[in-house]
């Protein structure tokens, strides 16, 4: 499969300001230099515990977010070098789904007039192309036209978040980025919201971002996996892979905290010892060392370079340097 989406290096430090002047003192380093990469027509699942920087890189690769360097390259242009007016006409191709249905819904629009908005922005169409438009994509997330009249509140929440993909899809984009998109709904709702995604890209070509703290979710939407840990990418791999043999102590821990199905199968959870530390003053070396079962002393001195484990598995854990 051809790279479709390129980040390198990508950083985001948030500065602090104390002081009467508001002065930087401190910076949090949300995004601390991570490089992933996505092809056509796939889905990198992006996972971590809440406040590992997954959501930050999601923002920062749309500019959401202003990152602070690194370069996102799509299609032979890079995003962060680009001016207001070329990144506006790039946008089409990349769109966004976020975790709160709700609150990404405008509560005075109506469906029509929602969905309707990108192609105002971006798209010179007549009312009646318009409206084709419209109809097109509420009936390809599963909704009858006639709810294009309803407002949000008139809907649950897996509806809206229909609604969300609806008016992401408008564009026909290449990529979209979901930020938890499923994670504030009900299990069986979110079984059909996934079922939904799978099936468009299937029938579109899409590839997703898909950003999630939920692992079970990332199995199951995922081709390839990258585990994010205090503003880094520990691990990267295929997701049978990833699963199979998890090789970084903080993905071990992370699977085996998974609750599974069958409460007569024995699993003893392995726990991470310690808080997590500060993003204003991560550790040296490897950020994960402090709680780290299998640290040694190399592991706070020195940051791990990734090591290929096997194909397209890469882990960045000092057990495995060779």
């Known amino acids: 499969m051809s790279e479709l989406l390129q980040v390198k290096k990508l950083i985001k430090y948030f500065p602090?300001?104390?002081?009467?002047?508001?002065?930087?003192?401190?910076?949090?380093?949300?995004?601390?230099?991570?490089?992933?990469?996505?092809?056509?027509?796939?889905?990198?699942?992006?996972?971590?515990?809440?406040g590992c920087g997954k959501s930050t890189a999601g923002f920062c690769l749309l500019r959401l977010i202003e990152p602070t360097s690194?370069?996102?390259?799509?299609?032979?242009?890079?995003l962060l070098e680009m001016d207001a007016n070329e990144l506006r006409q790039l946008r089409r191709e990349i769109q966004f789904v976020f975790q709160d249905p709700f609150g990404s819904l405008n509560p005075r629009m109506t469906v029509e007039h929602i969905i309707e908005e990108p192609?105002?922005?971006?798209?010179?169409?007549?009312?009646?192309?318009?409206?084709?438009?419209?109809?097109?994509?509420?009936?390809?997330?599963?909704?009858p036209p006639?709810?294009?009249h309803r407002f949000p509140h008139e809907f649950s929440g897996g509806q809206r978040q229909r609604i969300c993909l609806a008016r992401a899809l408008v564009l026909r984009p290449k990529v979209i980025v979901g930020d938890e998109s499923v994670s504030a709904l009900d299990v069986s709702v979110q079984a059909q919201v996934l079922n939904l995604m799978v099936r468009l890209q299937r029938e579109l070509g899409l590839s997703y971002i898909f950003i999630s703290h939920?692992?079970?979710?990332?199995?199951?939407?995922?081709?390839?996996?990258?585990v994010m840990y205090?503003?880094?990418?520990?691990?990267?791999?295929?997701?049978?892979?990833?699963?199979?043999?998890?090789?970084?102590?903080?993905?071990?821990?992370?699977?085996?905290?998974?609750?599974?199905?069958?409460?007569?199968?024995?699993?003893?959870?392995?726990?991470?010892?310690?808080?997590v530390p500060s993003p204003i003053d991560p550790p040296s070396g490897c950020r994960f060392h402090p709680r780290c079962p299998e640290k040694m002393s190399i592991c706070s001195g020195e940051m791990p370079n990734f090591t290929a484990m096997s194909a397209g598995h890469e882990v960045a854990c000092h057990l495995y340097t060779k």
Do not use: C
């Not at 690194?70 to 890079?78: K, P, S, T, Y």
């Not at 699963?243 to 959870?269: E, F, G, M, S």
């Open 119 to 143: 192609l105002l922005n971006h798209e010179h169409l007549s009312k009646r192309k318009r409206r084709e438009k419209i109809v097109e994509s509420l009936e390809m997330v599963g909704l």
């Open 214 to 226: 939920d692992l079970s979710v990332i199995r199951y939407i995922s081709q390839r996996v990258a």
């Open 16 to 50: 602090v300001r104390k002081g009467w002047f508001g002065r930087k003192t401190q910076f949090v380093h949300a995004v601390d230099d991570i490089s992933f990469s996505l092809a056509s027509n796939e889905t990198l699942g992006l996972v971590g515990e809440s």
């Open 230 to 275: 205090l503003g880094k990418i520990m691990e990267t791999a295929p997701v049978r892979d990833l699963y199979a043999h998890p090789y970084h102590p903080y993905t071990q821990a992370l699977l085996a905290a998974v609750p599974r199905p069958n409460p007569r199968r024995k699993h003893k959870p392995r726990i991470i010892v310690g808080d």
């Open 146 to 148: 006639d709810y294009m």
């Open 70 to 78: 690194g370069e996102v390259w799509f299609d032979g242009h890079n």
